[in-house]
């Protein structure tokens, strides 16, 4: 018995099922002073300059109010790399990453209903307490006390299962793909950017960054009627990229002003700047290249300090926003486009992998190549 119950690493308590189901565990399973904990993989952040980890974790348990969905597609974003590799971010060691992410209903808890075991869903970025106002009212995504996936608030989507809130859950059609179902969430950033900005038909932009918020600002700023969009990105496979979805032009800052492209373009500045990189100074490039009475909408999250010149900002007099997260209807809308057809994100997903293949995936994107969204799938 002792060498048994080495084999499966306990000595007393809870039993620990290695995805197997025989001998005497089986036995000890029915009684309920030793419940079958079940254990799933997670790739986790370990500490600054280390790479991810593949670990075993218990599964998440459905308690009263919460849902938990099996995974099956989550997408690395810039936030991610960004968080994993500086000290400001604070990001604990042990965190389970990832907020880009759709999947299946596997557990309901009690109290909740409207949601079906085997149901696809996407699972947004947040995690609505289900009790303020916000949330009785059935507006999770203005919640009061809202927590963030993925973050080191509450586990995210590296994992073959979450847990999470109705209020964080929305319906996908059957016929919609786990892939486009993961890009929700960057796909209703770009849209709320776009409304934070203003953004009418008949106007021009330039995007900053073709990483995947930046094309996912470009999807919508085309769809909205955009006279002509700009991007201006480093690397020439995602400028590429931005030109198969629709960008009038794509430059390399190093070597081209993208305001000055749109100007031979167009015979003016852009009406609008989408800043989609994050990092910084970029800010203060976006105010160098927006005209006076220009709009800079900020959606690239930045974990530095970004200091940048308000005297010219000033002199121009510009509209700066700043866009993070979503509002009620964006989250229904976007996966409404993609169900569709009218809006399509499968050209930016360049590159799938399993879990185990994670941590190299994600520290190759710290110096991107030919990569623009990477994408885990179970």
Known sequence: ???????????????????AHDGWASAFAADLRYPLVTIMKACVFKAIGAPLEVIELPDPVAGPGELVVRVKACGICGSDLHAATTAKAKLPSGTVMGHELAGVVDQIGTGVSGFERGEPVVVMSYLACGECAKCRA?????????????????????????KTRPGSVFKMPETMSFRAGATVEPLVVGLHGLRRARFQAGETCVIMGAGSIGLMTLLWARFAGARAIVVSELLL?????????????????????????MTRLTGAGPDVIFECIGEAGTMAQAISHAPRGGRIAILG????????????????ELEINFSLGLAPGEVETAIAVLASG?????????????????????????????????????
């Open 301 to 316: 999250v930045s974990m530095e300090d970004d200091g940048f010149p308000p005297a010219l900002a000033m002199s121009k």
């Open 138 to 162: 059935g507006i999770g995504v203005r919640c009061e006390a809202m927590a963030l996936i993925g973050f080191g608030e509450a586990p995210g989507g590296y994992a073959e299962l979450i």
């Open 237 to 261: 496979d995602r400028r590429e990229v931005a030109l198969k979805l629709g960008a009038d032009a794509a430059v390399d800052p190093r070597m081209h002003s993208p305001a000055a492209a």
């Open 1 to 19: 018995m002792a060498d048994d119950a080495a084999a499966l690493s306990i000595s007393v308590g809870p039993i620990t099922q290695a995805r």
């Open 342 to 378: 009218r809006l399509s994100t499968n050209a930016m997903i360049t590159h799938s992998v399993g879990i185990e293949d994670l941590p190299r995936a994600f520290a190759a994107l710290t110096k991107p190549a030919k990569q623009t969204k990477v994408m885990l799938e179970f």
